[in-house]
């Protein structure tokens, strides 16, 4: 029987898993050499053998390919719930591993625990990649930055979490922290100068490289009468563009954004913090660190892979797995805050607060409950938190810039609230108003 | 801390990476720039080169000379030069001589006159200074210099002629002592020159490009990478055309660049063509290869059996392969040969322009593949395409503007390529990597679909056929057939007008009713919005508001069920038993929808059954719900006024009663008119006076008012009734009429014992009388009841072979259902129109009698060969389920509405209650269902729905549906629908799972036949991939293909309500007959082969409909002649014009070959003799052919082509012209060959044919009348005749009443049937009258048609002057004229003593005048007239009178009396003609009085000079007057064409000549018989 995958593709995975063989086998070298370890590396000298194996198959053009029922499997689990089980998955799971991470870290910067995510990471793209629906986005060449943004943010996370326990225990056991060992002042020529000029030349090459290689992919020329579909922001916007599946455009394209750079520009006047300054380290800026980590890596690299990977025709949710199918229809069935309170529990009809109010005040009154829920949570959680949990902050910070760091906090927390909120009761806006395009 | 000298990295490795990285970068930047170079197109065009290299090469070869004759020619030019050295030598000295006397000469001379000049001048200025000067005494020294300086020049002067003289005469010596002697010499040295240069000039000119195209070093410098950015030879070549913009979806228009001719570079030159290529290629071992290929693949075939036509091709293709390697092998010598001969030029010291040397020593066997050839041919049309003369340059415009696809594209995959067929598509995707690209939605048309963008210019679509009958877009035009024939537009709006400009084709549906029933006023209102203009098109199926009067219910079901069934060839779609509905796939689909579509049919047929029956007693639902509402209103405005709402249901009731009526009956238009607008005034009239008083606040309307009021009232009533009582249809029960609505008399049945003679008479005149010109009939196609066979194949009309099983009205009166059938056939034979006023079947001219023959042999012709159930019979509660799915639609009912109207639980149906009736519009479907419901009302309704739903009103008038408005998508812009926007939905599964798909649908070999794989298996029938994979990739021809082959298709798999199906019906539009003999798989495999292609051809048609608004100077804007030909020929198809006569002649293009050429010659010899007695007309294109558009061809226009291949050396196509041609013999003479003359062509030379357009049944009949009558031209006289040169043979004003309302021109006891009357609108008979005079000016400009009008000037006197003086002259020359005085001399007695008598005849009654007036004035008059009178007859009875009529002979009457001589001469024109009053026994010619009026003069005197010219046959006129011999001189003297044009003359204005003193006398005198 012939194989199910083209020639040319069993190829590129076979020299694909020849690469991660050789990095194994590498990582292998540097524990018996450098770290003079013999089990690690025997263990990955036998992971290297694995990979070995898959690249020899795929060479020999016999490779594996991801079972039918995996996938099947997955794009039926995804769907479920209407549909949004795959972004209720892919947020929780996204949540709870930054989590975990965080409080395990000690536990994920081990090299060899690191090690093995990423070569489990690469072992599941390898077998992904047999998908032929799974191919066909990856290897999109508008895709193509992605999987490198994944691969360098996780790297970035896992170098500054590892500096930071280094530095975390040595400032326990009472040591300077690593990077005042190296405190050495340096020569503008050659060490800065000459560096960034190879590091221009480099970067310059890889550019060539890459705009040689995958050709700017030529669409249909752009047209009034047709979007294409999915219309899909550049992939460094998708983070945003998938806020708008939650909130208004004017939240998500204009309020939202606002506030992520009105917050960027406040962090240094914001921060009291005086240590943990010019080093790593997690335990001197838990509060700190957590905070930017979750607003950078949760809700704005992992939302652009969602956006990217997972979000096709007419923006719904689409597995792994899954045909792009334009036809897929997905129940909207959201509801306002205004209707759960006035209609299903109070049984009042909606249209009647404008007939009985008249225009300005009817929509008002309609959509008081969420008014007043908003204000609640804007006005009432500061003063709230002042005394409570966040007690300290308030009383290092002054009125100010407690008040401004929760307020950011709030804005940024507004968005995982809101989806939770649309998956467990299918809220659409909290006050809606379409009369003054005023929606939240 | 402080810095230290010490770096942080190491220097060295930081060096190190730098290096790498550098190197890198470089490596990167020079990958960068090979990618560059490595560019498709480059590669493209550098290969290109040695294209033309090798190509120049091989033309060169190919004029390369005989070594002999250059060196013959060479040796010539060096003897010659040779030849004048040594004369010159031997004048050399002398020479010398002469040329130093007159330099020194010249010199003198010039020398001399320069000081003339100088002294002239100061003679000048002293002769101004002394005129200015005032004292005397400078005056007198002025004067003095002044004559000093006069001698002075005046010396000069005389010395200067002299010094002239002197040079004169040195230059006459040279001239005679040196120039004179080296005449001969120079002159013979220059003309071997020239024969040598004649000999080499094209081998030295394509040597020179061979030379060029080399590539040298420059060239390879200048296209290295990097280096090719500037002045490259490689660079893209692209044509801007700023004003053919590429529309992107409304967003912008956007200038167009086509780089197509960056790769096909070979595109406008037309040496480039595919053979010259394939031969480069074509190396000694690759041709041998092949022969051995074709050798071996003979053997194989020899073996097999019928395969006889094959081996014969192979053959043929073995032939042509020996000498391509007979040829190939010969190259390297050739080139050998040539160098040779350049080498030895050169080293003669010749200046070739180029240095041989350079010439390659090997012959360049190119490596090109086929795809390679075919993207550096030529345009296979350059005479149309690309080339810069061609009606459609590049330059102008480009190529995607027909081809489509992405112009800026410069790669193949980006430009959207589209490959014809799957072959193609697996090809490219190996070669090319190419792949549907998705991204460009309007890739290229694949070459199937090419001519689809002619439609975008060529609005017209008949302006496609270029002369004669020649088409340029077969296809299209045979998709634009198709549509026009099967009426697509009556569901789907093909509209050519976009917001006012024109945007394509234009087929809509004329407006209801017709405007040629409304009033004049209307007509205009309805034509002046320019951007709405009326449709022209009529609805191509039958009225159905007369159907019971035609057929029955059970019928009508059976038929709806399958039409194909009953009639295989019709043009009627299926509806039922498709994909969505059959009873297999809804048992499946949808159990509960299974008795739908039975349960449909029922409805549908009782629907117009009863509507039809309503319609003939006046009592239909429309005509119901109109007069209810109309009366109700009236009666409320009778009272008082109505409010708005009201008054505009009134006026809107009225004007649909008023449409109704006329649509029913238009034969009363004008009292129906009429009577609308009387109506509309009386409510006016009401509605106004009773506002006005109610406005009024005092004493309201005066008396006159009042009654006028009262008037109106009484009015609106009468009036109504009246409207009515006009608009109801006659039933023919009680009436049947002829062509000019006259009752008649239903001829009675025969009675048994005559029964055969009539069905016999009734078969014959089926067959002779023209029905078989539309129509065909089973039952005339084998011999029988005493008439031959005459097996036609028309289907411009229905085929009536089982029509007696379809007429049996469902309404028989007590006369029976045996008259009611013959009824029904004898009214529509007299005059069709009673029963479908829009029909286009013609008024026969039957008499009732023959008609009633007619009828009684169709309703003979038993059918015995269908038997169809037809549909079942439903249920009430069939009926019941399928009324609740419409009910439940209707607006404002609820499913509970539905439960308590109609419930499902079965038994008896409450219906609609009374008081919900009321709440429901008057015209609402739903009051039928009034309780309690029957299961008649039950059909009714779903009839009417599913009537509606069907849009059975797109091609029948359909009583009921007055207004609908046509229910398919528009197709205006269908071509460029985005994709995106279809519902393929699962179609490809349905393809997949359906059909066998078959790679190619038609043989590689013979693209005219089915490929060898195409043909059903496991009863799927075959589908070609190449539609297959449109469907699959979701491109637009494949979803028209899958909607024409089975358009249900798409609701394949889905869950629908029934309302929901798709409704589009399945059409067949190949009406593929079974063959002789041929296998019923056979037969299918064609049938769907021809299917598929007639599919492919409707196609073509849509595709191009894409609505793109283009400059006006690219549309295709015909002058006003072209025109009226391409809008006349639109109406010759309407009427199948060309079904009977012949219109256009054949088109014959060949190629001029010395052989063929010499055949042409020949037949130009034994035409001799008959030139001979031909008159000659120049300019006229019979006699005079017109020069050739091309060199290298010759065209001819004829009729009847036949092979003939025993006359001949091989065989040969031998047509008759119609028109002259013009050739240059081998010899180079010009000859004329007229028209009439046979023109044999070679086959082989053969380039395009189009054979005669019409003529169809004259062909048929030639054949039905062989058994009695071999000679195919005697058959001819009697049958439709040709309509060539119809233009400038019949007058435009008579032709035109002729086509409204044509009287019988020839005896009908001669001719065999005649012209039938047809259902025309004055615009179309225009439309043929300027149509045949356009023709006329445009192919023949010598015939003298020049305008619409025509100028008769042979009836005025001063034309009968000059002839009669001219003639009078003559005769004195001749010695005749006292002769001819004595043979007057009794005449003019006779004549007197008429004119006597019957003056004195008439003197008593003047005197009774005289007396009788009254007053004094009348009296004197009457006197005075009486006077005259007397003075009359006294001048008469002298001597005077005589002389007086001698005078008048001479002076107007001679030339016409003895004109009039030849004309009734009984041995001339009385053999076959009669002559106004003057009758033969059996004429077969036209009455010669009606010349005047109908035929052009010019014609006429052409005709008679030589008939035979000027038609398409031999025709049964003789050349009375040949020009060899005088005949006739006792009656008319003159030379022949003297006699032809004085019969001519006389024709012209017969009624006066006739009436002539002598010429009175000779008519009795002719027909007395005597010779």
């Given at each position: ?440 | ?38 560019r498709q197109f480059k590669h493209i065009q550098r290969q290109f080169r040695?294209v033309e ?169 200048r296209s290295?990478?990097?280096?090719d950015a500037?002045e490259s030879p490689t660079k893209i070549k692209q044509v801007w055309l ?14 167009r660049f086509d780089r197509c001719i960056s790769c096909h570079l070979g595109i406008d030159r037309?040496?480039f ?102 993207m550096y041919?030529a345009h ?6 690309v080339?810069a003369?061609?009606?459609?340059p590049m330059e102008k415009f480009g190529c995607t503007?027909?081809?489509?696809g992405q112009g800026s594209a410069t790669d193949f995959?980006?430009a ?1156």
């Open positions: 029987m012939e194989h199910p995958l083209d020639k040319g593709l069993q190829n590129a995975l076979g020299v694909y898993y020849l690469l991660v063989a050789v990095l194994n086998f590498g990582f292998a070298a540097w524990w018996f050499y450098a770290a003079k370890k013999k089990a690690p590396a025997l263990v990955w000298t036998a992971v290297s053998g694995v990979f070995l194996i898959h690249a020899l198959l795929y060479l020999a053009h016999s490779g594996p390919v991801l079972s039918r029922s995996i996938r099947d499997f997955t794009t039926q689990f995804m769907g479920l719930y209407g549909g949004q089980m795959g972004p209720i998955l892919y947020v929780t799971l996204s949540i709870v591993g930054f989590v975990l991470l965080l409080y395990f870290r000690r536990f994920f910067v081990q090299p060899n625990v690191a090690w093995t995510l990423l070569q489990l990471s690469l072992l599941a793209a390898g077998w992904a990649m047999t998908d032929s629906e799974f191919q066909k986005i990856i290897l999109k060449p508008d895709n193509v930055p992605i999987p490198m943004l994944i691969y360098s943010v996780g790297f970035f996370t896992w170098a500054a979490l590892y500096r930071a326990v280094q530095n975390d225990d040595r400032i326990a056991r009472g040591e300077p922290v690593l990077e005042k060992l190296e405190d050495e002042k340096v020569l503008v020529w050659p060490d800065l100068v000459y560096t960034e000029l190879i590091a221009m030349i480099i970067a310059t090459f890889v550019l060539i490289i890459w705009a040689v290689l995958l050709k700017a992919p030529l669409e249909q020329p752009a047209t009034s009468a047709k979007a294409p579909n999915p219309s899909k922001a550049p992939w460094y916007f998708l983070g945003l563009q998938e806020m708008l599946v939650y909130y208004d455009p004017w939240m998500a394209g204009v309020v939202l954004p606002t506030m992520i750079i009105i917050g960027l520009i406040a962090i240094p006047y914001i921060d009291f913090n005086r240590r943990g300054n010019g080093y790593f380290s997690f335990a001197e800026r838990k509060f700190a660190v957590s905070i930017f980590m979750f607003g950078f890596v949760v809700l704005w690299v992992t939302l652009i892979v969602l956006g990217t990977f997972l979000r096709g025709p007419n923006w719904n949710f689409f597995g792994p797995f899954e045909y792009w199918d334009p036809h897929k229809v997905l129940p909207l069935n959201n509801v306002n805050l205004s209707q759960l309170f006035w209609l299903n529990l109070c049984h009042m009809p909606l249209d009647d607060f404008k007939v009985r109010f008249g225009d300005f005040l009817g929509p008002i009154l309609r959509e008081l409950p969420g008014i007043l829920l908003v204000l609640l949570y804007m006005l009432a959680l500061p003063p709230l938190l002042a005394r409570t949990v966040m007690r300290g902050f308030f009383i290092k910070m002054g009125f100010v810039r407690f008040i401004v760091l929760v307020t950011l906090m709030q804005f940024m927390a507004a968005l995982p609230i809101k989806m939770v909120l649309r998956w467990a009761i299918n809220l659409k806006y909290i006050v809606a108003i379409p009369e003054i395009f005023f929606n939240i | 801390m402080a810095a230290t000298d010490q770096t942080y990295r190491n220097q060295k490795t930081l060096d190190i990476v730098f290096a790498v990285s550098c190197i890198l970068m470089l490596l990167g930047t020079l990958w960068m720039f090979w990618q560059d170079y490595d040695d290299e090798a190509l120049s090469e091989y033309q060169m070869l190919a004029a390369l000379p005989s070594q002999e004759q250059v060196a013959e020619a060479r040796n010539k030019v060096t003897a010659a030069k040779k030849e004048y050295e040594a004369a010159h030598n031997k004048l050399l000295s002398r020479e010398r001589e002469l040329m130093a006397k007159h330099d020194l000469a010249d010199f003198a001379y010039r020398s001399l006159k320069a000081d003339f000049d100088s002294k002239t001048s100061l003679y000048n200025i002293a002769v101004e200074h002394l005129g200015k000067a005032e004292e005397p005494k400078r005056q007198k020294e002025l004067q003095e210099e002044a004559e000093k300086l006069y001698k002075e020049m005046s010396e000069l002067q005389d010395r200067l002629i002299k010094a002239q003289d002197e040079l004169d005469q040195i230059k006459q010596q040279i001239n005679k002592e040196v120039t004179q002697p080296l005449e001969g010499p120079q002159q013979q040295f220059n003309r071997a020159e020239e024969e040598l240069k004649k000999l080499t000039a094209n081998f030295d000119r394509y040597a020179k490009a061979t030379v060029q195209k080399r590539w040298k070093w420059d060239d390879i410098f290295l990478p990097i280096l500037f700023p004003e053919l913009t590429i529309d992107y979806g409304g967003f912008k228009d956007v200038p037309a040496n063509d595919h053979a010259s290529l394939k031969r480069l290629t074509l190396s000694p071992e690759l041709a041998r290869k092949e022969l051995e290929k074709a050798e071996a693949r003979k053997k194989e075939l020899e073996g097999k059996e019928g395969s006889e036509e094959q081996i014969k091709r192979m053959e043929g293709q073995i032939a042509q392969l020996k000498e391509e390697v007979k040829r190939s092998e010969g190259m390297q010598k050739r080139l050998d040969i040539a160098r040779e001969i350049l080498e030895a030029r050169k080293a003669a010291g010749e200046n070739l322009g180029f240095d041989p040397d350079k010439l390659p020593t090997k012959v360049n066997w190119l490596k090109l593949d086929k795809g390679q050839i075919a041919a296979p049309r350059l005479d149309l395409f080339d003369n061609s009606p459609h503007i027909c081809h489509q995959v980006n959207a390529h589209t490959p014809a067929d799957a072959g193609q598509e697996e090809e490219w995707h190996k070669e090319y990597g190419w792949a549907h690209n998705h991204f460009w939605d309007f890739p290229m048309l694949s070459s199937r679909f090419t001519e689809s963008s002619c439609l975008k210019c060529h609005h017209e679509v008949t302006d496609l056929i270029r002369y004669g009958s020649k088409t340029e877009a077969p296809k299209l035009l045979r998709g634009y057939e198709l549509v026009r024939e099967y009426g697509c537009f009556g569901c789907h709006e093909i509209a050519g007008i976009k917001s006012g400009r024109e945007v394509g084709p234009d087929l809509r549906l004329e407006p209801q009713p017709a405007l040629a029933y409304l009033t004049p006023a209307e007509q205009d209102k309805a034509k002046a919005d320019p951007l709405n203009p009326p449709g022209t098109y009529r609805k191509v199926g039958p009225s159905l508001r007369r159907l019971a009067e035609k057929t029955n219910q059970d019928w009508v079901r059976k038929w709806i069920y399958a039409p194909r069934s009953f009639r295989p060839d019709t043009k009627m779609p299926h509806f039922y038993g498709l994909s969505n509905n059959s009873p297999d796939v809804l048992h499946q689909a949808a159990p509960e929808q299974e008795r739908f579509p039975d349960t449909e049919i029922a409805g549908i047929a009782y629907y117009l059954l009863a509507e039809s029956k309503g319609n003939l007693e006046g009592k239909d639902t429309t005509r119901e719900t109109l007069k209810g509402v109309i009366a109700k209103r009236q009666q409320q405005l009778v009272k008082g006024p109505l409010a708005e709402r009201e008054w505009k249901e009134l006026q809107d009731a009225s004007r649909r009663l008023g449409e109704l009526a006329l649509i029913a009956v238009p034969a009363q238009a004008d009292e129906i008119n009429r009577l609308i607008v009387l109506l509309k005034q009386a409510q006016e009239v009401l509605q106004e006076l009773h506002k006005k008083e109610a406005n009024q606040k005092d004493g309201g309307l005066s008396p006159g008012e009042q009654e006028e009021r009262k008037q109106a009232a009484q009015d609106v009533e009468t009036r109504l009734k009246e409207l009515l009582a006009v608009g109801q249809i006659t039933p023919l029960a009680k009436r049947i009429s002829d062509e000019e609505d006259k009752a008649v008399e239903l001829p009675k049945p025969p009675a048994d014992a005559e029964r055969e003679k009539h069905v016999s008479n009734g078969r014959r005149l089926f067959t002779e009388k023209g029905c078989l010109a539309c129509h065909s009939h089973e039952g005339t196609t084998k011999p029988g009841l005493g008439v031959a066979a005459a097996p036609g194949e028309a289907n411009f009309a229905p085929n009536l072979s089982r029509l007696a099983a379809k007429i049996a009205p469902e309404i028989a009166d007590e006369k029976g259902m045996e008259e009611a059938k013959r009824r029904w056939i004898v009214q529509w034979l007299l005059n069709p129109t009673v029963y479908h006023p829009r029909t286009r079947m013609p008024i026969t001219h039957l008499t009732p009698a023959e008609a009633g023959d007619v009828a009684e042999w169709l309703l003979s012709q038993k059918v015995t060969d269908w038997d169809d159930k037809g549909p079942n019979e439903p249920t009430k509660e069939d009926l019941v389920a399928l009324a609740r799915v419409y009910l439940a639609k209707a607006p404002g009912f609820t499913r509970a509405d539905v439960e308590a109207v109609l419930p499902a639980t079965g038994g008896d149906l409450p219906g609609i209650a009374k008081e919900r009736l009321e709440n429901l519009p008057p015209d609402a479907d739903e009051r039928k269902l009034e309780g309690p419901v029957t299961e008649d009302k039950l059909k009714w309704y779903i009839g009417r729905k599913a009537i509606n739903r069907l849009g059975c009103f797109g091609c029948h008038d359909v009583p009921g549906f007055e207004t609908a408005k046509p229910i398919g998508t528009a197709l205006n812009d269908w071509g460029k629908k985005d994709p995106e926007r279809l519902a393929f939905e699962d179609a490809d599964i349905f393809v997949r799972t359906h059909y066998h798909i078959v790679p190619l649908r038609n043989d590689p070999n013979d693209p005219k036949k089915p490929a060898a794989d195409w043909h059903a298996k496991d009863n799927k029938p075959p589908y070609e991939k190449i539609y297959a994979d449109a469907v699959q990739e979701h491109r637009r021809e494949g979803f028209l293909h899958q909607k024409l082959m089975e358009p249900r298709s798409f609701d394949f798999d889905r869950k629908l309500a029934w309302e929901d199906r798709l409704r589009m019906p399945q059409f067949r539009f190949a009406r593929t007959k079974k063959r002789d003999g041929e296998s019923e798989e056979a037969y299918q495999a064609r049938q769907e082969f021809e299917e598929a292609e007639a599919r492919e051809a409707v196609m073509t048609f849509i595709l191009g409909l894409v609505a793109e608004p283009m400059p006006l100077k690219y549309l295709n804007q015909p002058n006003p002649d072209r025109l009226a030909e391409i809008k006349g020929h639109q109406v010759l198809d309407k009427f199948n014009c060309a079904g009977c006569h012949q219109v256009r002649p054949g088109v014959y293009e060949f190629k001029t070959t010395p052989e063929g050429l010499k055949v042409l010659e020949d037949s130009y010899n034994t035409n001799r003799s008959s030139l001979k007695k031909d008159h000659f007309f120049p300019g006229h294109s019979a006699w005079e052919g017109v020069a050739q558009t091309a060199a290298d061809r010759l065209r001819v226009f004829g009729t009847q082509p036949k092979v003939n291949d025993t006359d001949f050396e091989r065989p040969m196509l031998v047509v008759r012209s119609t028109d002259a041609l013009r050739f240059a013999g081998t010899d180079g003479v010009v000859r004329n060959l007229p028209a009439a003359s046979n023109v044999p062509i070679n086959l082989d030379d053969l380039i395009a044919r189009a054979d005669p357009w019409g003529g169809t049944f004259v062909d048929l009949m030639i054949q039905y009348r062989k058994p009695t009558e071999p000679d195919a031209d005697k058959v001819r006289s009697v049958a439709p005749p040709p309509l060539i040169r119809e233009g400038e043979r019949v007058q435009p004003n008579w032709l035109y009443g002729f086509l409204l309302n044509p009287p019988p021109i020839r005896p009908t006891t001669w001719m065999m049937l005649r012209m039938p009357k047809f259902n025309m609108s004055p615009e179309d008979a225009r439309a043929l009258v300027n149509y045949f005079s356009s023709v006329s000016r445009l192919t023949n400009p010598g015939a003298g048609v020049r305008s619409e009008y025509v100028n008769v000037p042979e009836r005025e006197e001063i034309y009968w002057r000059t002839r009669t003086a001219e003639y009078v002259q003559r005769l004195k020359e001749q010695k005749k004229y006292e002769e001819r005085v004595q043979e007057m001399e009794p005449i003019w007695q006779d004549a007197l003593r008429r004119r006597i008598a019957e003056a004195e005849a008439s003197l008593p009654a003047a005197e009774e005048a005289v007396k009788q007036a009254k007053d004094a004035d009348a009296k004197k008059q009457k006197q005075a007239d009486l006077d005259v009178l007397k003075e009359r007859i006294k001048f008469w009875k002298s001597d005077r009178g005589k002389e007086q009529l001698r005078k008048e002979w001479e002076e107007t009457g001679a030339y016409a009396t003895d004109a009039y001589k030849l004309l009734t001469d009984r041995n001339l024109c009385l053999q076959c003609h009669n002559v106004g009053d003057v009758v033969i026994a059996s004429p077969q010619g036209p009455n010669l009085a009606l010349t005047a009026e109908r035929l052009r003069p010019e014609w006429v005197k052409e005709w008679i000079a030589n008939p035979d010219r000027l038609f398409g046959y031999k025709p049964a006129m003789p050349q009375n007057f040949p020009n060899d011999t005088l005949q006739y001189q006792d009656r008319f003297v003159g030379k022949t064409i003297d006699q032809v044009i004085a019969v001519r003359d006389i024709l012209m204005d017969l009624s006066r000549v006739a009436a002539m003193p002598g010429n009175r006398s000779r008519t009795a005198l002719a027909a007395g018989g005597s010779k």
